[in-house]
């Protein structure tokens, strides 16, 4: 079962531009973690977003909690040819007793200079 | 000093061949998971353990045998190789149960011939 939808699955931009990831779900969540992976490199954990709404900046690197915790969306300002790799989505998903981590199929992002 | 270490990093098969993964980490974690990553880089959990004890099996063939010897190490074996196996494994740990923060070691390219 795909609880998580990303989208778009691949996205390629120029430097300076501005672009926005989508993760979806019909189903609420406790947390949302984005994470970043460079080819030959495990996920690197960026943002976790907890509260419904919730806002968080990482430099350039915007991250949104959907009010019923349903949604996330990362938002890059003034992408850079750095920012390249694949961004991945993943919860915990409210209902498992396990806390175990689902996964968004992922966005690879390529920024061109 | 890596964090979560994997090895080997890539590993090259025949069918029907049997092979073994291994994970540390230095974290203090008492959380150890795999994951495997498939071509379209989707990664879905395997097995998880806590404090040596399995804790989530995902509907894995019983050909993939993890085995936690202690809290710092995760190994998994993989009995009678099938070209299907052939994806990217993950290992990764984490503080407690269903913790939101997970650190993924580089993975082990896995490729059956």
């Known amino acids: 079962t795909q609880l998580l939808e990303q989208s778009p699955q691949f996205l390629s931009i120029q430097e300076g531009e501005n672009l926005t990831v989508y993760c979806n779900s019909s189903?609420?969540?406790?947390?949302l973690q984005w994470y970043r992976q460079e080819p030959g490199e495990g996920p690197v954990l960026l943002v976790t977003?907890?509260?419904?709404?919730e806002v968080k900046k990482l430099k350039r690197l915007t991250f949104q909690f959907g009010d019923a915790r349903k949604d996330s969306s990362l938002h890059i300002t003034a992408a850079q040819p750095g920012d390249t790799g694949l961004y991945l989505c993943?919860?915990?998903?409210?209902?498992?007793?396990?806390?175990?981590?689902?996964f968004g199929r992922g966005t690879q992002l390529t920024v061109w200079p | 000093d890596t964090a979560v270490s994997q090895t080997p990093k890539y590993l090259v098969t025949q069918m029907g061949n049997d092979k073994s993964i291994k994970c540390e980490q230095n974290?203090?974690?008492?959380?150890m998971y795999w994951y495997k990553q498939d071509s379209k880089k989707f990664l879905k959990i395997m097995f998880s353990?806590?404090?040596?004890?399995?804790?989530i099996n995902e509907t894995v063939p019983n050909r993939f045998s993890p085995k936690s010897p202690d809290k710092a190490h995760l190994n998994l074996h993989i009995n009678s190789l099938e070209l299907g196996d052939s994806a990217v494994y993950f290992c990764?740990?984490?503080?407690?149960?269903?913790?939101?923060?997970?650190?993924f070691g580089a993975g082990t390219r896995l490729s059956v011939l």
């Open positions: 990764a740990s984490s503080h407690g149960q269903g913790a939101r923060i997970q650190y």
């Open positions: 993943a919860g915990v998903w409210r209902g498992s007793t396990l806390g175990r981590l689902y």
């Open positions: 974290l203090g974690h008492d959380t």
């Open positions: 353990y806590n404090n040596k004890e399995l804790i």
């Open positions: 189903s609420v969540f406790s947390s």
């Open positions: 977003v907890v509260t419904g709404g």
